[in-house]
Nanobody
Framework: QVQLVESGGGSVQAGGSLRVSCAAS????????MGWFRQAPGKEREFVAG????????TYADSVKGRFTISRDNAKKTVYLQMNSLKPEDTAVYYC?????????????????WGQGTQVTVSA
């Protein structure tokens, strides 16, 4: 089993940057595909980015491609989301999730474990 704890959220002006982190517990972190999702008020939770167990494969939502970068450090059992050129529409609670799959999948139902979320607010 994996427990996930996000950190690093906060408030920033449009055009700024933030990095959110997700620390995992459990001995098998390196075998999980990891994903970042977000949920804005009144909207459904959506896929943002995903990374394979070895970090060699990444997938991004079109809305963040070229601005966000997902990475992981298996030795530290941590996954990161570097967010640059932030826009007000990026405002949401950001969640990390772990999936027992080899492929990086975008559907919420493919992910087995979830963190509690961290708020990111981007002001115009």
């Amino acid at each position: 089993q994996v427990q996930l704890v996000e950190s690093g959220g906060g408030s920033v002006q449009a055009g700024g940057s933030l990095r959110v982190s997700c620390a995992a517990s459990g001995r098998t972190f390196s075998s999980y595909t990891m994903g970042w999702f977000r949920q804005a008020p009144g909207k459904e939770r959506e896929f943002v980015a995903g990374i394979s167990w070895n970090g060699r494969s990444t997938t991004y939502a079109d809305s963040v491609k070229g601005r966000f970068t997902i990475s992981r450090d298996n030795a530290k059992k941590t996954v990161y989301l570097q967010m640059n050129s932030l826009k007000p529409e990026d405002t949401a609670v950001y969640y990390c999730a772990a999936a027992r799959t080899m492929a990086v999948l975008v559907g919420l139902r493919n992910y087995d474990y979830w963190g509690q979320g961290t708020q990111v607010t981007v002001s115009a």
